[in-house]
């Protein structure tokens, strides 16, 4: 009988990736049970309640079923790549997630910069290592180079998922204005992107 490490190491972990990428089954329940509890670490520091960090790793695990073949060891270490898989679930289920009050009224987890301060911190996050692929760092550059208002307008829609009714009012100027940076930001990224 063999009994696998308590730390898996990263080409332990990227040839069951390999498998997984295969559709081996089995190969993604070893790789759950080496994994899960860093990962659910990983999606409950973000989602704070069990629950939803729960269901964030059950829905992070079907995208690593789905995309195992997309992985690329020389751009991450396995388990950084599916950090970055978990803490982008776990986020976009934040920006959605509805609770139910004690009075029985729903109400939306709002978004807002605290928030954003929170999941900074100091340290290195090791999903966040990953998200520095070329695509990422290609991005940041082109954003830098907008203007300060085209590139919040454009964070705002495509990070934080708001309307353009929404960045206005946030914003406090006229919806057209809103959609005339967020239509010539997009223009502006598109040239750059496809420049470097």
């Given amino acids: 009988m063999t009994t696998m490490p308590n730390e898996p190491t990263p080409p332990v972990l990227a040839a069951l990736l390999a498998r ?3 559709e081996d089954a089995a190969a993604l329940r070893t790789l759950y049970e080496l994994t899960s509890a860093k990962l659910f670490g990983v999606a409950l520091r973000i989602l704070v309640r069990r629950e939803w960090a729960e269901e964030a790793l059950q829905e992070s695990f079907v995208n690593i079923w789905r995309y195992a073949g997309d992985y690329r060891e020389a751009l991450a270490a396995p388990l950084t790549w599916m950090a970055a898989i978990v803490r982008n679930r776990a986020l976009d289920s934040l920006r959605r997630q509805r609770t139910v009050s004690s009075d029985g009224s729903t109400a939306i987890v709002e978004w807002n910069d605290a928030l954003d301060e929170v999941l900074a911190g100091d340290e290195r996050d090791p999903a966040d290592a990953a ?31 708001q309307s353009h009714s929404e960045i206005a009012e946030q914003l406090a100027v006229p919806l ?21």
């Fill in 20 to 22: 997984v990428a295969a």
């Fill in 131 to 161: 998200l520095l692929s070329e695509q990422a760092k290609q991005l940041a550059i082109c954003l830098s180079r907008l203007d300060a208002s085209q590139r919040q307008a454009v964070s705002l829609a495509y990070l934080r998922d």
């Fill in 176 to 196: 057209g204005t809103v959609k005339s940076w967020v239509r010539r930001g997009l223009e502006k990224l598109k040239t750059c992107m496809g420049s470097l």
